[in-house]
């Protein structure tokens, strides 16, 4: 037991004070052996209907329970939805919330799929734009006490039968305990897998339903958390998220916010099948254009270093579109290997959801980490700063320039169009919640050193090139 103590303790110092030896870390030693491999494609339902999807993600019940909407409309829902357009009870809404109906017949609201992933783009609202930037999706801060005091509010103002308070339940129950799992070192970075392993800690793998008793522990000193990918990247992809780990069936993988909310897989499967449709509205999706004029005489000269240097990992664009769908190995990526090791080493996702329901019913999907990350697609990649897994390095010059990528920095609020990427302003040090810190274990711009070799000129032409796919 001491023993145990003691190398718990070396572990909380490492994480914090001795940057970056992190990797010598007992279960955090990844597999040399395991080589960069192309991932086949799974058989995927295509039944779907694209626009009844869209009218789902923005209005459906797939959160399954929240707050009584009566008890914050007047609050929350003030000014027309002149984003999403939205009709009915959530013609009022912000973009990121949702009013649905509990399958009780009350009225609830919770966030939805677009408080992570839509964003503003020169004014913009785009549905699924990766990056960072919404009044959404700041979770430096602890919102665990704001719910504490939501549950007090729930239950002085209805009684303990009343139909609002069962609707309330297991949204009130999961996120009183899960927020307080997931606040980021930093604004900028989103700890949807950490949210998601918070949700079905006390869920029963079988039926979904909330147990007393946890399946594992969660850490709650330290949150690794990821950039968000674009939403049209999708119909490129065999296997999804950033380290490739989500397999099988889509429709399931895509579900998984509905751990936050739903009472058990009877309501989960209900979901699955407007997810068909979801799935359908995902793969329509178009990479924004990019919206000014490039530098024809150089274009040409960046695709050749392109497919020269580039396509084998990312796939080729144009008239021969192919993405080789490769999960490169950290070995050779060598950008921060945290991410995909929290999942690789712990298994606390994986052994849950092999187990469960999304795992054992058909449609059959599962999650399988392993030591790399996916080389994306590039499609509008001129619009998906900060890059890489980590949101660590702001513009296409940096990624393309590893000398250049700046330790500690702010962002701005608008787009470097030189450098593609985020203005930001580089600071002389971390520790604060707006400015990105890479020298904290998970968040390191090491990396992707592929373009180095160009010569500035060259790098320019590339980039040029990068803009039009
Ligand atoms: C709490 C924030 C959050 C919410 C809510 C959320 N997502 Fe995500 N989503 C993320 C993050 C972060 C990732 C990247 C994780 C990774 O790849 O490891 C992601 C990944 C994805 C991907 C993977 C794409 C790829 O290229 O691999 C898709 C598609 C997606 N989400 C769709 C949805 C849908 C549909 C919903 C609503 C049902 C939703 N998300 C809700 C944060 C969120
Ligand atoms: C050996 C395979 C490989 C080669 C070669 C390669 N890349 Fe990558 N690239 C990757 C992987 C893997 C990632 C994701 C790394 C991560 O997220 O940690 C990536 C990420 C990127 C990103 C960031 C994308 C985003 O949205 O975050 C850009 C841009 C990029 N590469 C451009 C290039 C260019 C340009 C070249 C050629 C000079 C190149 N890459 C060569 C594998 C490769």
New binding site residues.
Partial sequence: MIMKKSLFFTFFLVLFFACNTYRSLPDLVYNNEWE?IKIAATPQIKTGNAEAGWDYLINGNYIGSGVPFDLVKKKIATKKDTILNRKGINENMPFGLTAFQHANGTEVMSGNCLTCHGGFLNGEFIAGL?GFGNEFNDFSKNNATTFKALNTLVKLKYKQDSKEREAYEVFGKINKEALSYIVTPFDGVNPAFRLEEAYIMKRNREDLTLQEDSNYKLDKRYTLAS?IPPWWHLKKKNALY?NGMGRGDFTKLLMQASTQGIKDSTEARAIQQNFIDVLAYLETIEAPKYPKAVNENIIWKGEKL?NK??S???GTYGEIEAYPN?L?ALE??K??PYYALNFSAKMHLADWYNESWYGQSAPKSWVQPMDG????P?DG?WA?AP????ASVPD?ES??NSESRPTYWKRGKELDYKKMGWQYQKVKKGGNKKTYDTTLPGYSNE??Y??DEFTQEERMA?IEY?KTL
Avoid: R, S
């Fill in positions: 960069t990766g950039d950033y392109f240097k580039c084998n990992c990312h490769k490169v050779e990526i950008t921060d990350y996916i080389a994306p590039l990649v998906t890059y890489f897994h980590n296409l990624v393309l990396g992707h592929f373009g590339v990068l």
